[in-house]
Structures are given as structure tokens and as C-alpha cells.
């Protein structure tokens, strides 16, 4: 069955780095488009990045662009997102999706905060 496990969470001050991982298995990788969302208590999830199956088009919201990094390797079946500049509003619990589908991960919390 399809599996999408995210790590690499936790508490980070403002202008810190994480990076998430989404561990992808019970479907073919590399040939689907992944993305990552996020969703902050009493808000919407929202996109944050995604990218295509062979990694050469990536898209941001507004809001992280210039700051996050999407990327994958997918004979690591793994998808990551690099998060730099962090900020308080981007405190929320990440979540891997395979786009296209109702295929989400557990989630991950990260919390930038002093």
C-alpha cells in the first residue's frame, strides 16, 4: 500500500534551516509528482512547493519563494524540502502528498519560535 513517512521536524528559531524528508513506497516514485504542504492551527492547508517526477520543475507559493528549496531522489524514493530563513509564520504541521491523488503523509510539525 502506498506509504509517504515525513521527518525531520522540530523547534527552530527565527532565520534557522530544517529539512523535511518524505520517505515514499507501494507506488512507482519516480514517476509521480510530489508536493508539500502545510497547515498552521485554525488555517487552511496550503501548497508549499512541488515537483515533478523527474525533478526539473519545481513551484513555490509566494510566500516561501527564494527561501524553501523542493527537491527529490528517486533512487532514495525520498522527497525533501529544505527550509531556510525560517520564520514564526511558518510554523505549521508539513505534510508529503502525491499530487494527484488523496495520498498524504502523517505530518510533521515545525515550530520557529525563540
Known amino acids: 500500500q502506498v506509504q509517504l513517512v515525513e521527518s525531520g521536524g522540530g523547534l527552530v528559531q527565527p532565520g534557522g534551516s530544517l529539512r523535511l524528508s518524505c520517505a515514499a513506497s507501494?507506488?512507482?516514485?519516480?514517476?509521480?509528482?510530489m508536493a508539500w504542504y502545510r497547515q498552521a492551527p485554525g488555517k487552511e492547508r496550503e501548497l508549499v512547493a512541488d515537483i515533478n517526477s523527474g525533478g526539473s520543475i519545481t513551484n513555490y507559493a509566494d510566500s516561501v519563494r527564494g527561501r524553501f528549496t523542493i527537491s527529490r531522489d528517486n533512487g532514495k524514493n525520498t522527497v525533501y524540502l529544505q527550509m531556510n530563513s525560517l520564520k514564526p509564520e511558518d510554523t505549521a504541521v508539513y505534510y508529503c502528498k502525491r499530487k494527484w491523488t488523496n495520498y498524504w503523509g502523517q505530518g510533521t510539525q515545525v515550530t520557529v519560535a525563540l
Open positions: 507501494g507506488f512507482v516514485f519516480s514517476m509521480n509528482a
